[in-house]
């Protein structure tokens, strides 16, 4: 039977969809999602997410669709297609309501601010965005300017997520991301001053020359900022896909005993400091309505992580973004070239996709509740599909080491995460995706 550090070594999707976009295709193509647009519910709030793909420098550690540009003319380019985008996606059976917008990348906090008026008014003519909408955008601290902010606030901006990762020199050498205390205060500063009330920091454990004290102090600094909230990821190493984190020898990672500490330090002492744990890998103020979605059992986790937002659909806009529909998953072309090549021939620049069977929604379902709430009632789920729990006697077979070694509980039918195990989660949740190769290397490390 397997050991916990056998079990671990196990690589696993993070299940920010279920199926995971490695299964997605090409038999879901622009007609197909043009289709798909047209049977969406005019009634429905439904939330949108553009993508910026660039950054002024590469973090070594990046797993993001992204790359560096040294001038500023391919933003600027790329902007005048994502307004092309959103015209050609808006002409749906109504003005569609949207409720949610997130910007996300790379970093579109380096877009100018003349751009970021462009594509706000695009989006506000192509859709109707509530009153209320939260805007939430992904935002690179370092040379974060009061202009760039003051236009996000002008078009609504709500919520910001600022990348930390960690403070220590040598771990920021290592990754190739310098950034001083003073860029991330002064950038909370900024944001606060005009008005954006909720924001999140990212920071990342088992980087590069990470050790138990310097984590200690970089979690110390968060704290001291009281963001609203934090999310702490586990580095996801997988050169073979991202060739630049080939760049970080391997001999100075952290083992798997060292990432498992780092993300129970983080635990505590974000708990100790009064902030809800929210899945595997986010904290939340109680106030938070990231902590009130979990009290109340809205929580769900979508691209972007955990999130608040009940939305059914989500259109993505940009290349390589991903939209969630009723019927199933349309991911966009990556390559920004070809991405301009389908917007010129007026074409949505679907890339594919996956239909979403039965099947898929009964596996979709019991992982996204446990990845959120951290169990999962497989009877609940069975009986509302109206399927007998005995389809789920494979995955409880792939439970059962997990069992033997106290991560999980099953509890009739009930399973549930360890107290001490949360970051066990997405393995507990792998037992139940139907598509993933066994001792596959394709995904990164799961704690
Ligand atoms: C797209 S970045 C947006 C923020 C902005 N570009 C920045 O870096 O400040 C979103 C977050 O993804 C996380 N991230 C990126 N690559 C990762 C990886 N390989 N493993 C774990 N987290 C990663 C980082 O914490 C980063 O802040
Ligand atoms: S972590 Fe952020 S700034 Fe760094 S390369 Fe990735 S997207 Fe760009």
Same mark, same amino acid.
């Given at each position: ?148 902010? =003051? ?64 984590? =200690? ?86 691209? =972007? ?143």
């Amino acid at each position: 039977m397997a050991t916990i550090p056998e079990l671990f070594s196990a690589q696993v999707p993070r299940y920010t969809s279920y199926p995971t976009a490695p299964h997605f295709h090409d038999g879901v193509n622009g007609t197909v999602y043009r289709d798909w647009l047209a049977r969406l519910n005019p009634d429905e709030p439904l939330s949108l997410y553009l993508h910026i793909p660039f950054c002024d420098t590469l973090c070594f550690f990046c797993g993001c669709h992204t790359s560096v540009v040294n001038h500023y003319g391919p933003v600027r380019d790329y902007c005048r297609l994502l307004e092309r985008e959103i015209a050609l996606v808006a002409p749906m059976p109504a003005w569609l309501p949207v409720q949610h917008i997130h910007w996300g990348g790379g970093s579109p906090t380096l877009l100018e601010p003349d751009d970021i008026a462009r594509l706000t008014a695009a989006i506000h003519t192509a859709f109707d965005i509530r009153p209320d909408a939260e805007f939430a955008v992904e935002v690179d601290p370092r040379g974060l300017s009061r202009e760039t902010v =003051q236009a996000l606030a002008k078009g609504g901006l709500t919520r910001a997520s600022i990348g930390v990762q960690d403070c220590n020199i040598e771990v920021q050498r290592a990754i190739n991301r310098l950034q001083t205390k003073e860029q991330t205060i002064t950038a909370m500063e900024m944001l606060r001053a005009a008005g954006v009330a909720s924001i999140n920091l990212d920071l990342i454990y088992g980087l590069p020359k990470q050790t138990l004290p310097g984590w =200690q102090q970089t979690l110390d600094f968060v704290a001291q900022l009281e963001p609203d909230r934090v999310a702490v990821f586990g580095y996801a190493h997988v050169p073979k896909f991202k060739k630049h984190q080939a760049l970080i020898p391997q001999s100075l990672l952290p083992g798997l005993d060292e990432r498992f500490r780092m993300a129970e330090l983080a635990r505590n002492f974000l708990s100790g400091c009064g902030y809800v744990p929210i899945g595997m890998d986010h904290y939340a103020k109680p106030g938070d309505s990231l902590a009130q979605a979990l009290e109340s059992g809205a929580l769900a986790r979508n691209f =972007q992580g955990y999130t608040a937002d009940p939305a059914r659909t989500l259109i993505g806009l940009g290349a390589s973004s991903i939209g969630s529909l009723p019927q199933g998953y349309v991911q966009n072309v990556a390559n920004v070239p070809a991405y301009r090549a389908l917007l010129a021939e007026n074409k949505l620049p679907v890339a594919r996709g996956f239909r979403l069977g039965k099947v898929d929604r009964i596996y979709r379902e019991i992982i996204e509740t446990l990845m959120c709430t951290l169990k999962v009632d497989l009877d609940t789920v069975a009986r509302r599909y109206g399927v007998s729990k005995a389809i789920f006697a494979d995955a409880m077979k792939i439970l059962e080491p997990m069992r033997i070694e106290g991560l999980v509980s099953v509890e009739g039918n009930q399973i549930l995460m360890e107290k001490a195990w949360p970051s066990a989660v997405r393995l507990a949740a792998s037992a139940f995706d139907q598509y993933l190769p066994r001792n596959s290397a394709a995904h990164s490390s799961s704690i």
